[in-house]
């Protein structure tokens, strides 16, 4: 299999350090409010990347985080804390509103179809570990305290800036107006911040009261399930020159090695060709395009439409293309079902496995997948290998196809269409394991639909609005 890796800039043969394992670590997550869809295109990415993995026959084993640790607005740790502002902002606690996006965020994924990670690992259980890499970095050299807190010493690394091919020398001589004067060099990080008696959440260090800096939680977690050295890293692109730089520094300076071979970074959503951004009012959120009538299976196909390393612009005309795609796409299903022509569709399998196998091609897997449904004679082989094709696009059309056609005699009020069933059935599921916030992510995620849920003593009870 091809992976692109942005630390070699080029396609490589991925070659695993345990035959047959994908060990790979992706950054999750910040849960102090709601994912847009410009996260979830990144997520999907690495849902992707796990189902391209295993069509080449390997296992993939995933750690992904989730920062429940309020970190600062700016990656360089400047800024106010995120959590602590959306807490205040809600009047609740730092806990309360990690914990309510925690769920949102699994009721997203789970929404999308993405296979969950194996172990989803939080910041705030893993401080020991933490404190015990920043101990390390401390005892060999690369780091030093000062008023704030403890930082890494780049300067000490030379290596650093590997990733995005910066030349820090030059940012020091161009250095801007610096925040915080005690810092060696600007680009030197926090790798833990002492806590204001105010702040909610901190912890004790041998340094002082504080909380980790962001980089570190996840150099810590990758460590504590994956070793040393792993071989996969993700993030999306706005990663590379920062955040994933810091990683590899805290990494290699204390274990002697590059923490993961691979680093693969998915490409930006744009809306309406530009940023999305709080400030420009065009942050969508998932549920934002149920209530407009797209299910999150819609915007999975539109995000299939691009590959990962190029822009996807987000526009509502798009979206509305790829519904009609899906419906499409649903239609010339159903008329291969119960075809009676023998199809040989081994070369069109090759062909789609041979996109995934290059970089995980998924628009060329997909134009495969579409070929095949539209030329080959009705055939239930055609309709055997869509499927089997659908397991790495990730569409959800086994569940899809249980549901009437539009045109369908049974298709009216009295019927909750496909998606919203699968929907009903994880909220069913996250309130059977008492995960009453993710239920009510859910719940909201119908509501958007036009479903109002009400729970009875028999069980739950819809409606459509
Ligand atoms: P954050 O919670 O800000 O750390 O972001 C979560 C993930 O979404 C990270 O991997 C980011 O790189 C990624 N991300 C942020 N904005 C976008 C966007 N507009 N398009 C695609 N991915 C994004
Ligand atoms: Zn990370």
Known sequence: MLLYNTLTRRKEVFAPGEPGKAKMYCCGPTVYGFAHIGNMRTYLFMDWLRRCLRLCGYTPYTVMNITDVG?????????????????????KTPREIADEYTAAFFADIDALNITRPEITPKATEHIPQMLAFT???LDKGYGYIIGDGVYFDISRFPAYGALSGTDIERQQAGARVEV??????????????????????QWPSPWGMGYP??????????????????????????????????????????????????????????VNGGKMAKSEGNTYLLRDLSAKGYSP?????????????????????????AKASYQRLLALLRSHADGAARSDTAPRMAAFAEAARDDLNIPKALGVFWGMLRREDKSRDVYAAALE?????????????????????????????????????LRQEARANKDYARADGLRELLQGMGITLEDTKEGVKWKKN
């Not at 800024?79 to 205040?88: F, I």
């Not at 397991?391 to 899809?400: C, H, K, S, V, Y």
Request: overall charge negative.
């Open 213 to 270: 800096g962001w980089h570190i939680e996840c150099s810590a977690m990758a460590r504590e399930y994956l070793g040393d050295v792993f071989d996969i890293h993700t993030g999306g692109v706005d990663h590379i020159p920062v955040h994933h730089e810091n990683e590899i520094a805290q990494s290699e300076a204390l274990l002697g090695r590059r923490p993961a071979r691979y680093w693969l970074h998915g490409e930006f959503m744009l």
């Open 135 to 137: 101990q390390g970095l």
């Open 71 to 91: 970190h600062l607005v700016s990656d360089a740790d400047e800024g106010e804390d995120k959590m602590a502002a959306s807490a205040r902002k809600a009047r």
């Open 180 to 201: 915080n004067s005690e810092k060696r060099h600007p680009a030197d990080f926090a790798l833990w911040k002492f806590a204001a008696p105010e702040h909610i959440m």
């Open 297 to 321: 299976l819609h915007f999975r196909l539109l995000c299939a439409q691009a590959h990962y390393r190029s822009k996807l612009n987000f526009t509502f005309e798009a979206l509305e293309g």
């Open 389 to 425: 094709m659908d397991n790495t696009l990730g569409l959800g059309l086994r569940e899809a196809l249980r549901e009437p056609p539009a045109d369908a005699p049974d298709a009216n009020a009295e019927h909750l269409d496909a998606e919203a069933e699968r929907l009903l059935a």
